[in-house]
């Protein structure tokens, strides 16, 4: 025991730790009896995301609190950008709880705060340790005064260009400012689903929106070589490894669906194309699903935005499903998809011009009002299932996590 306790010791050099940074807990708070596991949730995510960094990271009173070495700094920012469960985070200065250094704190902020153009200010503080000195207010006085008296900036407590936050715990935490992030629960306390997820706008958005609801989310691509490219191929595994950054990891299962399209082309009435190929794939999903204990499957699919998506289309896809078909997209449109997927990263990389799958076998009428028994015995006329079995046999599978991305990134 004391062999490894020593060993512990020698490894680890807690004075290097010299940056701090605050998380802020975000809807955990809610979350009452349950809060204790959400919180290690939160913890173990960071903490795994941050395997190979320089850091430690702890949570105290709806706060995390991670400290790192200044090499770390990097890795850090990009896990707190990208964990799911704070509202935000703020590189912070630890000192001491005496007046003395929380007032020189404040003026570091201060200048910092001035130099990037803030002309006023205000002082939030808290304690959550009561037993210091001063309360809150006379915290407030006495920290604003060091600015105000020297002409640094000017006080505004209704619209101040920045705040300087002092919170009062285990030691006083001085920061100004302070990233919103994504929100949300931690990846890992809603189950596991399954994302449909092609080379489009909707899709990798509807997967982060299940992360933030803290499922763990795997992914499906099918595709069609020679007639959808490596570079459409190429393009999907940079939006599984982009989402993957929020829900921590992710599989991408690479179905290959070439034969199954060109039978749907042989077999299915022409307006009925792009409605069997949207069964087919469901049908895989199931499989998938079954076969990595998946909770729901998850699409990209938002209400009326294109022909195969009428409610009556949608019945016709869902009575295909084997576990509950969660839309997360159902009711937004497309300006609010396009923003997320500007937030989160993958816009860009959805906006390239490589055509997927069903663009090269759309019907120029499809069917629009499709219906649940008809599609059913439209699908069993195919003959399809054995083809469909054997794309499932023949899938492939790239993992993402971030866990790798921060190594790369550490160079370790
Ligand atoms: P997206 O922008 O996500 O591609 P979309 O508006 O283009 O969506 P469709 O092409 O009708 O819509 O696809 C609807 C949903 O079906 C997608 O959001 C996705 O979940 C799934 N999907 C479509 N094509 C594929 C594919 N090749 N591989 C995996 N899933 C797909
Ligand atoms: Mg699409």
Redesign the pocket.
């Known amino acids: 025991m004391r062999n490894k306790e020593n060993r512990h010791k020698k490894e680890i050099d807690f004075s290097i730790y010299t940056e701090t940074y605050l998380g802020k807990v975000g809807e955990l708070t809610l979350k009452g009896s349950n809060i204790k596991t959400f919180e290690k949730q939160l913890v173990n995510n960071l903490r795994t995301a941050l395997e190979t960094a320089d850091a430690k990271v702890k949570i105290l009173t709806g706060r995390l609190y991670v400290q790192c070495t200044k090499d770390s700094c990097g890795a850090v920012e990009f896990a707190l950008d990208h964990l799911l469960g704070i509202t935000g985070w703020a590189k912070v200065q630890n000192v001491e709880k005496t007046m003395e250094a929380i007032t020189e704190a404040v003026r570091v902020e201060g200048l910092k705060a001035k130099e990037l153009g803030a002309r006023t200010f205000k002082i939030d503080a808290r304690r959550e340790d009561k037993d210091f000195p001063l309360n809150s207010y006379e915290i407030c006085i006495q920290a604003a005064g060091i600015l105000f008296d020297d002409g640094t900036m000017d006080v505004d407590v209704k619209h101040p260009d920045c705040v300087i936050n002092v919170e009062g715990r285990d030691m006083a935490y001085v920061y100004c400012a302070q990233k919103k992030t994504g929100r949300g629960l931690p990846v890992g306390v809603s189950g596991k689903g399954l994302?449909?997820?092609?080379?489009?706008?909707?899709?990798p958005v509807?997967g982060y929106r299940m992360m933030r609801r803290g499922m763990r989310v795997e992914c499906?691509?099918?595709?069609s070589y020679p007639y959808t490219s490596e570079e459409a191929q190429k393009k999907v595994q940079d939006l599984a490894k982009t989402i993957a950054m929020y829900g921590m990891e992710t599989h991408l299962n690479i179905v290959p669906f070439t034969d199954v399209q060109m039978k749907i082309k042989q077999k299915a009435p022409e307006d009925y194309s792009t409605l069997m190929l949207?069964l087919c794939?469901m049908k895989v999903a199931n499989m998938i699903a079954e076969h990595i204990g998946s909770d729901a499957i998850i699409?990209?699919?938002?209400l009326g935005?294109?022909a195969?998506?009428t409610s009556q289309n949608l019945a016709v896809t869902e009575s295909f499903a084997e576990f509950p078909l969660y839309r997360p997209l159902i009711g937004l449109d497309k300006e609010e998809i396009v923003n997320t997927a500007v937030e989160i990263g993958t816009y860009a990389t959805?906006i390239l011009p490589y055509e997927?799958?069903?663009v090269l076998f759309s019907p120029k009428h499809p069917v629009l009002r499709a219906d649940v028994a008809e599609s059913k015995k439209i699908y069993e006329a195919m003959e399809i299932d054995d083809l469909v079995a054997k794309s499932f046999e023949g899938r492939q599978i790239i993992r993402y996590s971030i866990r790798d991305e921060i190594a790369s990134m550490m160079g370790r």
């Open positions: 994302l449909l997820l092609s080379g489009g706008i909707d899709s509807a499906v691509y099918f595709h949207r794939m699409t990209g699919e938002s935005q294109v195969s998506q959805s997927d799958c069903c």
